[in-house]
């Protein structure tokens, strides 16, 4: 068996022996070449200096369901610039140092600095080679005792509606390699029901919610086990947006202007970051090559329909 990963049709094709041993050699290929010493020599600085940046509070929910040694895949929704910091933080207070799966391609060289002192793993998405060592050093990191970190959707969430973007394979295939639980985790920045003009006064809380475990089986299809997570973190989603009154069921349930304001706001206006939309969507899940809608816009006769939002042209949708 290779020490590479094979593609998901190859996957799909082995038989139940040979899945078990192609992960089972994965490991310890993990183990072997990808473990490095984790200093960790950034956490306090971060969590000192972004717990004073930050204008929202936290209401963490479903403590009792992470290991009490914190050694798990925590794969989480992801829909903002506050999300790795939020992460790095919420762990802290949970007494535990964590190691996040982080895109490069789109950071500031001070940035990657930041992430990586915080022993986080970053890779290039547009690099086939630098996305397979990160999963490699991830997962060791996961498998030497680190709560490992990945936002499935590898991009942000903007849809004005859409529960959730279709997860990628790899948390499937990184809870296969570790053998350690999944914890299905949603992170629901609550909206304040107004126009704003600051990216800092969008969020009243951050509630995050640890779902229950969940454990890859290897002899089993890793799409249906993906799938699986997906409709977990919708639901809780769901639950979460029904208990605080939030309606999003379909376009007609949309404030569009508060849309456009709060999406511009998220883009342009965020912690450090500016998000490229077009760039962005190459790395959404697509079936049989078409556009994953992750925007909505006015188009040229006022119609709110899905496209991009540029920086010039949305910047009468604030008020200063």
């Not at 984790?38 to 956490?43: A, F, S």
């Not at 799966?101 to 500031?108: E, K, R």
């Amino acid at each position: 068996m290779t020490d590479r990963f094979l593609t998901n049709g190859q996957l799909e094709q082995l038989t139940t022996k040979q899945k078990i041993e192609y992960f089972s050699n994965l490991k310890e290929y993990c183990i072997s070449e990808y473990s490095r010493k984790n200093l960790g020599l950034g956490y306090g600085t971060v969590t000192k200096i972004y717990s004073k940046l930050r204008h929202y509070d936290y209401d963490i929910r479903g403590k009792s369901n992470i290991p009490e040694d914190g050694r798990a895949l925590f794969v989480c929704n992801h829909s903002n610039s506050h999300d790795i910091l939020t992460a790095i933080e919420i762990f802290r207070k949970l007494g535990f140092n964590t190691s996040v799966l982080v895109a490069s391609d789109d950071l500031g060289s001070l940035t990657r600095k930041l992430f990586q002192s915080c022993d986080a793993v970053l890779i290039d998405r547009r690099d086939k080679n630098s996305t397979e060592k990160g999963v490699y050093t991830f997962s060791a990191n996961i498998i030497n005792g680190m709560p490992g970190v990945i936002f499935g959707e590898a991009t942000w969430n903007l849809h004005p509606y859409k529960r959730m973007h279709q997860i990628k394979i790899g948390s499937a295939k990184i809870g296969a390699i570790t053998e350690t639980p999944i914890i299905p985790t949603l992170f629901e920045y609550v909206e304040v029901p107004k126009i704003c003009s600051r990216e800092k006064d969008l969020y009243t809380e951050c509630i995050i919610h640890f779902g229950s475990p969940i454990y890859i089986k290897k002899e089993d299809s890793l799409i249906t086990q993906t799938n699986q997570i997906q409709k977990i973190l919708e639901q809780m989603r769901f639950q979460i947006w029904s208990e605080i009154g939030i309606k999003k069921e379909s376009i007609e349930d949309i404030d569009k202007e508060m849309y456009l304001n709060h999406t511009y706001l998220k883009k342009f206006d965020g912690l450090g970051y500016t998000y490229d939309s077009e760039s962005e969507s190459k790395f959404l899940f697509s079936k049989n090559e078409k556009t994953t809608q992750n925007e909505f816009h006015l188009d040229e006769k006022g119609n709110f329909v899905p496209g991009i939002t540029l920086k010039e042209e949305g910047k009468k949708y604030i008020k200063r």
